[in-house]
């Protein structure tokens, strides 16, 4: 049996590391996340370390483009941080947002009998969770998009994914040039909590995004709502019960008693098909994951 590394590399907190072991497509995957609490250089020696040692990274904490629908616009900071790789493939999980993300609302209705129509599903960033936002649109729920509120601290929630583009157009080439940390909590900053806007969370029956960006903002309780994420610890899970979540959604599987983000899942993929990503259609990834019978995990609090 072929037996495959992939790490995640990221800039987020190093209380949040783990490993696991997974069996795919006839390969023994070796997966660990490595968090480096937001230091850039210790991150960009981890990378130099990897380079050529493992079949893929994925890049956690971060994004390396801002995407919304057809816009892709790279982020100058973290490509200059990647930029150090020379064998190693990355990747930031995007193209699985984009496909698989967009795909689970319908598989949480015909497979968990979840109806969504009518109900209010806050995305804390559309930038970041577009494939969720437009899949949950699909399934006829009423949109609070975040991007201005939490990003920039515009007191505004857009309503229409058109107005998402229209404004990414005009966003993205400014936003891109901004460092990582100020597009989004590093280190130590990812354990701060600052509730913000907390009418829209009151508001809102589903909110969807980034576990911490939603950690960052959230209020102290959000009693009967849906929360559809990506990673999760054990803690995450027993504090969202405490603030009264009444289901916590992780759009990738549970893996050694933890869901890895879609980086990770995305890097594994890679590592399988042993191909470039760029060579990778977002159709074969969505194959993949029929084929693995890969689900979303649906967790009733």
């Excluded at 929360?227 to 759009?251: A, Y």
Aim: proline content about 5%; overall charge neutral; glycine content about 8%.
């Amino acid at each position: 049996m072929k037996e495959k590394r992939v790490v995640s590399a990221s800039l987020g907190s190093s209380k949040r590391n783990h490993r696991a072991e997974v069996e795919l497509l006839g390969c023994r995957v070796f997966i660990e996340r490595i968090g480096v609490d937001g230091d850039k250089k210790k991150f960009v020696e981890l990378l130099q370390s990897l380079d050529g040692k493992v079949d893929a990274i994925g890049l956690g904490g971060a994004d390396l483009y801002l995407r919304a629908g057809p816009y892709h616009y790279e982020v100058k900071d973290v490509a200059r941080l990647v930029s150090v790789l020379r064998e190693t493939p990355i990747v930031d999980g995007g193209e699985l947002k984009d496909t698989w993300e967009r795909e689970v609302p319908r598989y949480l209705r015909e497979s968990e009998g979840i109806e969504f129509k009518g109900k209010t599903a806050l995305i804390m960033s559309g930038m970041d969770r577009y494939g969720l936002a437009e899949g949950l649109h699909q399934e006829g729920c009423n949109l609070l998009i975040g991007d201005l509120p939490f990003a920039v601290g515009v007191p505004v929630a857009l309503r229409k994914l058109g107005t998402l583009r229209f404004l990414s157009v005009l966003m993205m080439p400014v936003l891109r040039r901004l460092p990582i940390d100020v597009l989004y909590p590093t280190g130590e900053k990812q354990e701060e909590h600052q509730p913000r806007f907390s009418g829209y969370f009151e508001k809102a029956d589903i909110i969807g995004g980034d576990f911490l960006y939603i950690w960052r903002f959230m209020p102290d309780r959000l009693p009967g709502k849906m929360i559809i994420t990506n990673t999760v610890t054990s803690q995450d899970i027993s504090e969202m019960k405490e603030k009264g979540v009444k289901v916590l959604v992780t759009t990738t599987p549970e893996m050694n008693n933890r869901s890895f983000g879609t980086n990770v899942l995305q890097a594994i993929f890679v590592a399988v098909l042993e191909k470039k990503p760029e060579d990778i259609k977002p159709e074969e990834y969505l194959e993949l994951m029929k084929e693995l019978n890969i689900k979303p995990r649906v967790i009733k609090l």
